[in-house]
């Protein structure tokens, strides 16, 4: 079984920076961190950036040009660069992952985001 953990999160105002890192431990032969989604309160969980095994990358059109999804294949780790954080990237951001073998997915505890005015 894997565990995925996120951490990074925080209080920032708008304007600043903030990275974000998803740490799958456990076995993770054969497993895939795919990327970052992200929930604000009262709305569906979304789409924030993506990352193959090959290290293409797809962003979300709300923050492309201000997040860059990144990996470390030999630490487990994704990482999301997150610049010019806007009050509306606030939500609690999750990472999600998959054995390629399998069809279910895997998903952190999620971190906390707040951005400030």
């Known amino acids: 079984q894997v565990q995925l953990v996120e951490s990074g999160g925080g209080l920032v105002q708008a304007g600043g920076s903030l990275r974000l890192s998803c740490v799958a431990s456990?076995?993770?032969?054969?497993?895939?961190?795919i990327g970052w989604y992200r929930q604000a309160p009262g709305k569906q969980r979304e789409l924030v950036a993506t990352?193959?095994?090959?290290?293409?990358?797809n962003t979300a059109d709300s923050v492309k040009g201000r997040f860059t999804i990144s990996r470390d294949n030999a630490k487990n780790t994704v990482y999301l660069e997150m610049n010019s954080l806007k009050p509306e990237d606030t939500a609690v951001y999750y990472c999600?992952?998959?054995?390629?073998?399998?069809?279910?997915?895997?998903w952190g505890q999620g971190t906390q985001v707040t951005v400030s005015f």
């Open positions: 999600k992952g998959r054995y390629i073998w399998a069809l279910s997915n895997f």
């Open positions: 990352i193959d095994s090959g290290g293409r990358t």
């Open positions: 456990g076995d993770t032969r054969s497993f895939n961190i």
